[in-house]
């Protein structure tokens, strides 16, 4: 079973960057797809990005599409998204994921089994 520990939040000026990180512990994190998840106040949680099990695919949404970027490196057990050019509807506490699955098509949090605490990203205008 994996553990997950988010990082990396803060605030930030609109236009900025922030790179957030997610450790995890447990022997199967490289064999499972990853997720970024975030949630605002009074919203449901949404999908972000997702990576496959070895880092080869990525899927994001629509909203932040050449903004982001997923990664991940297998021998250090980390997540990462780099977030860039940040807007004031980027702000959300976020969330990394671990999927039910290796592929990269993951983009409902019932498609995922465990969840990090959460680390809060504001962006002000």
């Known amino acids: 079973q994996v553990q997950l520990v988010e990082s990396g939040g803060g605030l930030v000026q609109t236009g900025g960057s922030l790179r957030l990180s997610c450790a995890a512990s447990g022997r199967t994190f490289s064999s499972n797809a990853m997720g970024w998840f975030r949630q605002a106040p009074g919203k449901e949680r949404q999908f972000v990005a997702t990576i496959n099990y070895n880092g080869g695919r990525t899927y994001y949404s629509d909203s932040v599409k050449e903004r982001f970027t997923i990664s991940r490196d297998n021998d250090k057990n980390m997540l990462y998204l780099q977030m860039n050019n940040l807007k004031p509807q980027d702000t959300a506490v976020y969330y990394c994921?671990?999927?039910?699955?290796?592929?990269?098509?993951?983009?409902?949090?019932?498609?995922?089994?465990?969840w990090g605490q959460g680390t809060q990203v504001t962006v002000s205008s």
């Open positions: 994921a671990a999927a039910l699955g290796a592929g990269s098509s993951y983009d409902y949090p019932s498609q995922y089994h465990t």
